[in-house]
């Protein structure tokens, strides 16, 4: 009886051509086991999405800057892989350092970006703007180049009461966490 089950047969909920694989009881079994090992991994949802504090990006970026974003600038490079990805090469104006050489501006070279009608947008990167306002968080400088510290988190926005945007955190308050960690 290929494709008909008689009362007494259990119903199947995954096929191969006409042929049963699996019962709906086996089947429900194994989610049952799959939510069970994934509710009892070590890495809770909404782990990954927690932001990185303040005084930790401080720490561990070789400079952080109050800057603006100058010039933006996107370009062909090769990708870790060989191949070409877009990198947008912003220039900073600096007005002030709060870790680091002082230098008046500095170069970032952030993955993504649009050229030659090519959007490239890069999960979890830092997106630039020309005029953005902030404080960057930057790993070393490799040819005079910094790439961001953090990717997407590389970047606390200010808006023109120097409040990091969407928050209630001043640049005063970041200046007073980078203070204490000298």
Same mark, same amino acid.
């Given at each position: ?12 909920? #995954? ?14 079994? #194994? ?11 070590? #890495?809770?949802?909404?782990? #990954?999405? *927690? ?16 800057? =603006? ?11 870790? =892989? ?5 990198? =947008? *090469?912003? &220039? &900073? ?21 649009? &050229?030659?009608?090519? =959007? ?5 990167? &830092?997106?630039?703007?020309? /005029? ?5 968080? +930057?790993?070393?400088?490799? /040819?005079? %180049?910094?790439?961001?510290? /953090?990717?997407?988190?590389?970047? +606390?926005? +200010? ?9 209630? %955190?001043?640049?005063?308050? %970041? *200046?007073? %966490? ?5």
């Amino acid at each position: 009886m290929r494709g008909n089950f008689s009362e007494g047969d259990p119903p199947y909920v #995954l096929l191969r051509g006409d042929e049963p694989m699996m019962s709906n009881r086996m089947f429900s079994r #194994l989610m049952m086991a799959a939510a069970f090992a994934l509710c009892c991994s070590p #890495l809770q949802a909404g782990e #990954l999405d *927690r932001p990185t504090p303040v005084n930790e990006r401080l720490r561990d970026s070789a400079a952080v800057v109050v800057a =603006t974003a100058r010039q933006v600038d996107a370009t062909w490079k090769p990708g870790p =892989t060989g191949d070409q990805i877009i990198v =947008t *090469r912003v &220039l &900073l104006e600096v007005t002030e350092t709060l870790k680091g050489d002082d230098q008046s501006s500095r170069w970032l070279d952030v993955p993504g970006g649009t &050229l030659e009608g090519v =959007t490239l947008k890069v999960s979890g990167e &830092l997106t630039v703007r020309e /005029g953005d306002r902030g404080v960057f968080f +930057l790993d070393p400088a490799n /040819g005079g %180049i910094h790439s961001a510290h /953090g990717k997407a988190e590389a970047l +606390l926005r +200010l808006d023109q009461q120097d409040t990091v945007k969407g928050t209630t %955190i001043r640049l005063d308050d %970041i *200046r007073r %966490i980078a203070a204490k960690s000298r």
